[in-house]
């Protein structure tokens, strides 16, 4: 079965980085993109980037732009999620999503557990 | 950016009640539109994609409609896991985006 398996919680000064994984199984990971979105406590989604696992094509959300960057390691089928300078507001649960894609409609099928990243001096 | 407004925020229904959630866009995303259901402490669970196709294994109490700006997420007869919290998201333009959200919680 599909699974998404990210790694565990973190807490990291401000100005620091936070490296995130997510390990898919169950399928071909170059096979569909990843994308990650984080949620801060009691708020909604937020959408953050996307990556082709096969190309290593990347886009990223204006927000994050210089400060986020998407990677993967296929030998290990796992994307990886770097977020720089962190500040507080970066508090959050932060998913990994796959994409599907069914007559050119995508949606996102299959979710990581998510991962709490907690900035804080 | 495509804007999602979600309305209500908030839903307050009995098991057994009709629920409707509207999710209106900025602009017309055809039906490159998703909803999902998210539980205290889970990721979000796909009910719904292309605007109204059901995913596999989502009970058929859950509908989708609508196109271009307006859309809706109708549960026909609340049950009791069905309280939640629902989001649609856009997936027709980068960068995607999703609604604010709707609270289902028991009257």
């Known amino acids: 079965q599909v699974q998404l398996v990210q790694s565990g919680a973190e807490v990291q000064k401000p100005g620091a980085s936070v490296k995130v994984s997510c390990k898919a199984s169950?399928?071909?990971?170059?096979?569909?993109?990843i994308n990650w979105v984080r949620q801060a406590t009691g708020q909604g989604l937020e959408w953050m980037g996307w990556m082709n696992p096969n190309r290593g094509d990347t886009g990223y959300g204006q927000k994050f732009q210089g400060r986020v960057t998407l990677t993967r390691d296929t030998s290990k089928s796992t994307a990886f999620l770097e977020l720089s300078g962190l500040r507080s507001e970066d508090t959050a649960v932060y998913f990994c999503a796959r994409v599907a894609n069914y007559d050119d409609n995508f949606y996102f099928d299959y979710w990581g557990q998510g991962t709490l990243v907690t900035v804080s001096s | 950016d495509i804007q999602l407004t979600q309305s209500p925020s908030f839903v307050s229904a009995s098991v057994g009640d009709r629920v409707t959630i509207t999710c209106r866009a900025s602009q017309g995303i055809s039906s490159y539109l998703a909803w999902y259901q998210q539980k205290p402490g889970q990721a979000p669970k796909l009910l719904i994609y292309a605007a109204s196709t059901l995913q596999s294994g989502v009970p058929s109490r859950f509908s989708g409609s609508g196109s271009g700006t307006d859309f809706t997420l109708t549960i026909s007869s609340l049950q009791p896991e069905d309280f939640a919290t629902y989001y649609c998201q856009q997936l027709k333009t980068y960068p995607l985006t999703f609604g604010g959200g709707t609270k289902v919680e028991i009257k």
């Open positions: 169950g399928y071909t990971f170059t096979s569909y993109d």
